[in-house]
């Protein structure tokens, strides 16, 4: 009795149920640049610029390696002032879940998991840096993954060029 795993209810969960469960939570990698250094430019207004990306690879079993490659550059003109690009990955045990299902965890759930972590570094290294505080805005990953579905069934039903 031991070995069952139990719902929320107390009632014994099957084998076969879908199960997705965070084991944790590191940082792979992560740089920081800044060309010019911090400057006493009073005329701070510069351009900023955000890149999100989703890999996932296979650890060992169901178990699943995501990581989230969060990148932000800040320039002003021509000028870039700095580049941060964090790599924040989680191991994730899935177990039972459709293709379908995988496709979403992978693309919207672990990354919503993952993103504030991710946030957090880029802010840090971003201080660090001498540079003011920067707060990345919270990101609907939820949203990213349905847009990303929709654009995808258009392309498939868009006309072959002759």
Do not use: H
């Not at 992560?30 to 010019?36: G, H, M, R, T, V």
């Not at 610029?49 to 060992?60: E, G, P, R």
């Amino acid at each position: 009795m031991a070995d069952e795993t139990s719902t929320s209810n107390g009632a014994a969960a099957p084998d076969n149920a879908p199960n997705l469960a965070l084991q944790g939570v590191y940082l792979k990698d992560c740089s920081f640049e800044a060309p010019q250094g911090p400057r006493g430019d009073t005329n701070w207004q510069p351009q900023i610029s955000l890149d999100l990306a989703t890999t996932s690879s296979v650890i060992q079993g169901d178990l699943r390696e995501v990581v989230l490659t969060v990148t932000v550059s800040a320039k002003q003109g021509d000028k870039t002032l700095f580049l941060v690009e964090v790599k924040q990955a989680g191991a994730f045990q899935m177990q039972n879940l459709s293709e379908e299902d995988a496709k979403r965890a992978i693309a919207s759930v672990c990354p919503s998991v993952l993103f504030p972590y991710a946030r957090s570094m880029v802010s840090q290294l971003v201080s660090q840096g001498g540079f003011p505080q920067l707060l990345l805005p919270p990101v609907n990953f939820d949203a990213l993954y349905l847009n990303a579905q929709t654009q995808g069934a258009q392309q498939q039903d868009a006309p072959l060029p002759n």
